[in-house]
């Protein structure tokens, strides 16, 4: 594995890639590796010659007041890690390398990006798809790969990549998730024990709207409700959304007779926690 934390470096590396003919995957991360990212990679190296991995904390997602500083970094058991599930090139620039003085250039998707989490976090989107468009253009992959787990970034990606003709093609990994059904995540390590414990209620309420979706329940308000009432009844959790939207274009819906997405985000102390499962 080639390890770069340059632009030109990482160019560089791709160019060589090209002139021998080989299909570009691509997995941005911000690190602090798990399964769900190792899932990705794994799934990026069977589809492809070369596979890139970024890892970049980037600072134009997080709002004030969020996590940036705080969000966990382990460089060197990362590039362990990415280089066994088959990374080849691990681009990881500096936020000056992403971010020069002067900088003032973004992407930005509307609609679809004011809901669920752009709701409570109104600038994450536009840092996500400038960064993303960035790298895009940096690595210039033929693949790229994001996981479930960030249903509404995947689709917000899919938009952007359409409505910019970018040449990607992107593609969506199931979420990966611990033995009791709490989707992996890099923040989880910010739970203390009895918040991760407490924290099985996502998956828990989702696999019970599923149940309910299934024995015939066609109002959203009532699946809603449903999922609500279950992460209420536990005591550390709070309820940041619980929504409905059809899917993939996140519209809203009046019943439940087209595929839905189904997102929910919660707070355990100050730590904000995301699942969603689809419905169809
Ligand atoms: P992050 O480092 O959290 O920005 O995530 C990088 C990529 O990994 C994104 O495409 C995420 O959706 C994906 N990812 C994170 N957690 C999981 C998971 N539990 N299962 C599948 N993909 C995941």
Redesign the pocket.
């Known amino acids: 594995m080639i390890e770069v934390d340059t632009i030109a470096g990482m160019r560089a590396q791709v160019a060589g890639a090209r002139r021998e003919g080989q299909t570009v995957g691509f997995?941005?991360?911000?690190?602090?590796l798990?399964?769900?990212?190792l899932?990705?990679i794994r799934r990026a190296r069977e589809e492809s010659g070369l596979v890139v991995v970024s890892i970049f904390v980037n600072p134009t997602q997080f709002g004030p007041g969020e996590d940036f500083e705080a969000y966990p970094r382990d460089l060197e058991r990362d590039a362990a890690l990415a280089e066994g599930a088959g990374t080849d090139v691990l681009f990881y620039p500096p936020v000056r390398e992403m971010y020069p003085d002067g900088y003032a250039t973004y992407v930005t998707v509307e609609g679809m990006t004011a809901k669920l989490c752009g709701a409570s976090r109104p600038t994450h989107f536009r840092g996500v798809t400038t960064v993303v468009a960035k790298l895009f253009h940096i690595v210039e992959p033929d693949l790229a790969?994001?996981?479930?787990?960030?249903h509404q970034?995947?689709l917000v990606i899919k938009r952007m990549v359409t409505d910019l003709n970018l040449k990607v093609t992107v593609v969506g990994?199931?979420?990966?998730?611990e033995p009791d059904g709490l989707?992996?995540?890099?923040r989880n390590v910010y739970l203390n024990g009895s918040q991760r414990a407490a924290a099985v209620v996502l998956s828990r309420s989702l696999a019970a709207a599923r149940e309910a979706f299934a024995a015939g329940e066609r109002d959203p308000a009532g699946l809603a409700a449903l999922v609500r009432r279950m992460i209420e009844a536990e005591p550390l959790a709070a309820v940041d959304y619980v929504e409905i939207y059809s899917w993939p274009d996140l519209a809203d819906i009046g019943r439940l007779d087209r595929p839905v997405l189904l997102a929910v985000a919660v707070r355990f102390g100050r730590t904000r926690l995301i699942d969603n499962t689809v419905l169809r």
Do not use: C, I, N
């Open positions: 997995v941005p991360t911000m690190g602090y798990h399964e769900g990212h899932t990705l790969f994001f996981g479930e787990k960030d970034q995947l990994v199931p979420t990966v998730r989707a992996m995540s890099s």
